[in-house]
T-cell receptor, first 113, second 113 residues
Framework: GENVEQHPSTLSVQEGDSAVIKCTYS??????FPWYKQELGKGPQLIID?????GEKKDQRIAVTLNKTAKHFSLHITETQPEDSAVYFC????????????FGTGTQQKVEL | DAEITQSPRHKITETGRQVTLACHQT?????MFWYRQDLGHGLRLIHY???????NKGEVSDGYSVSRSNTEDLPLTLESAASSQTSVYFC????????????FGPGTRLTVL
């Protein structure tokens, strides 16, 4: 089955700096890669996703890049703000896989003032 | 507004007791999922359903069961609770596409003493 590895497990960034979280996947058939943000005491919430037919997608301060050859994808957050402090999860799934997501182990990001 | 709710939000039980966690969604989604979240493991799939009367085992299904009698609800039952089942449980739902967004509930924190 699919295996998703996520790094780093913890990340501390200064307010206003950029942050990058990286994930690798094992199943070359995976073609959908969402990123979820989980705030304390809440459920994960989708913040951005990318499908395998594109290499990059942006939404204001966040962006995701995908390298299908290397089987890795990354979340980029620019101009980090205190409200970006949360746990971030990457995930992967594939067409025909029944919408089942395989998650990475999460990154605890803390934005320092 | 459409939403997904879970109850109870917190539960303490004793080893050997049967416990049922409720999940209710008002999106009319066909797909529903149960995950458990543990430190160092991210989110792991317990059971999932693609529609009424359909249920399937995920990667960590031992000791858990689900039933789907209507579109809105997918209750998760721990037949005989064990301390290893102390965790935070999340329910999610998605439309019937194979790579559609999953929307998560707020979670249930279960402690088995």
């Amino acid at each position: 089955g699919e295996n998703v590895e996520q790094h780093p497990s913890t990340l501390s960034v200064q307010e206003g700096d950029s942050a990058v979280i990286k994930c690798t996947y094992s199943d070359s058939a995976s073609n959908y890669f969402p990123w979820y943000k989980q705030e304390l005491g809440k459920g994960p919430q989708l913040i951005i996703d990318i499908r395998s037919n594109v290499g990059e997608k942006k939404d204001q301060r966040i962006a995701v890049t995908l390298n299908k050859t290397a089987k890795h994808f990354s979340l980029h957050i620019t101009e980090t703000q205190p409200e970006d402090s949360a746990v971030y999860f990457c995930a992967a799934s594939k067409t025909g896989g029944g919408n089942k997501l395989t998650f990475g182990t999460g990154t605890q990001q803390k934005v320092e003032l | 507004d459409a939403e997904i709710t879970q109850s109870p939000r917190h539960k303490i039980t004793e080893t050997g007791r049967q416990v049922t966690l409720a999940c209710h969604q008002t999106w009319n989604h066909n797909n529903m999922f149960w995950y458990r979240q543990d430190l160092g493991h991210g989110l792991r799939l317990i059971h999932y359903s693609y529609g009424v009367q359909d249920t399937n085992k995920g990667e960590v299904s031992d000791g858990y069961s689900v039933s789907r009698s209507n579109t809105e609800d997918l209750p998760l039952t721990l037949e005989s609770a064990a301390s290893s089942q102390t965790s935070v449980y999340f329910c999610a739902s998605s439309d019937q596409g194979s790579t559609d967004t999953q929307y998560f509930g707020p979670g249930t924190r279960l402690t088995v003493l």
